[in-house]
């Protein structure tokens, strides 16, 4: 399992020092935890977390790989803010099944179960994670969510990561443009499998690139395709990949 810092941020101006910066509405923490992503100014994606209310703040559940990137970022944009980051002694665990008492539903879909913030490392509970994001879409922070990523090319909008109705964030501008004047002619996309291939192998399509493969699960695949050129069995090195369109 990837492993998550867990962050605590308080202070009176906490509310509003998301509101300016995140993809998703944080007044929706009044109705249970969130999804979201801080983007850079031309709207690529540069981290995605979780934020829970915890008492008078919140709680931001990142990965780790991206924590120590994350808190410079918001350092930066603090600048006279009332708000404290401090690091805690959290841990993420996360299972299938009914919700416990301290946790809650996965917000990008029930299907990738709940999540609780525990004094107490987890014990693996042999769930296989990956095959659920494969199947539910689900991009992962440092394979399909990578720096060149355009968030509304892999699911957030479906996976309740983005408001369009919040007002203004870092890259809103290019996100909103996207939504609403640009029709997506490449994203994330499911395939079907036939071989192995390394994750980041290119996708081709006769001589011409057409993706790149990423995380494979029992036959089937994420990837990043052009939908244009996706019109038939492609090769991934030694594996031969199907674009799955949605139904």
Aim: charged letters at 25%; aromatic letters at 8%.
């Amino acid at each position: 399992m990837t492993q998550r810092r867990i962050l605590r941020l308080t202070g009176d101006d906490t509310l509003d020092f998301l509101q300016g910066l995140i993809t998703n509405d944080v007044k929706k923490l009044s109705q249970g935890p969130i999804y979201a992503a801080i983007l850079t100014p031309q709207g690529k994606f540069f981290a995605d977390f979780f934020v829970a209310k915890d008492g008078d703040g919140v709680l931001l559940d990142v990965a780790d790989s991206l924590a120590d990137m994350l808190l410079q970022r918001l350092n930066m944009y603090k600048l006279r803010a009332s708000v404290e980051i401090a690091a805690t002694d959290l841990h993420l665990h996360r299972g299938l099944g009914p919700v416990p008492e301290d946790g809650y539903a996965d917000p990008r879909t029930d299907a990738m179960g709940w999540r609780a913030y525990r004094v107490d490392p987890q014990i693996d509970n042999n769930v296989n994670w990956d095959a659920l994001r494969v199947t539910h879409m689900i991009p992962k922070t440092g394979i399909e969510l990578t720096p060149d990523t355009f968030i509304l090319e892999v699911g957030f909008e479906r996976l309740n990561g983005v408001d369009f109705r919040k007002g203004c964030y870092v890259g809103q501008e290019v996100t909103a443009r996207m939504k609403h004047k640009t029709e997506l002619r490449k994203g994330l996309a499911q395939v079907s499998i036939a071989g192995d291939a390394p994750i980041g192998t290119e996708i081709m399509a006769a001589d011409k690139p057409a993706g790149t493969l990423f995380t494979q699960s029992g036959g089937l695949a994420l990837a990043y395709l052009r939908f244009d050129r996706a019109t038939g069995p492609m090769r991934a090195g030694d594996a031969v990949v199907t674009w799955i369109p949605p139904a």
